[in-house]
């Protein structure tokens, strides 16, 4: 049982840290797309 639960939770970390890589590679090529004009300005907004 704890070696299916450990295979589970190591599975699961690696989908979380595909997932994490994903959608970060996802956010920089919108934020490149967009430029840092308007990024600056969405912080300058929300600090």
Do not use: D, P
Not at 11 to 30: D, I, P, S, Y
Request: proline fraction near 0%; charged fraction near 15%; aromatic fraction near 18%.
């Amino acid at each position: 049982m704890a070696i299916i639960s450990f295979a589970y939770m190591e599975g699961e970390r690696n989908f979380f840290t595909w997932m994490l890589g994903w959608a970060t590679e996802r956010v920089q090529c919108h934020c490149l797309r967009q430029g840092w004009g308007s990024i600056m300005g969405m912080v300058k907004l929300f600090s």
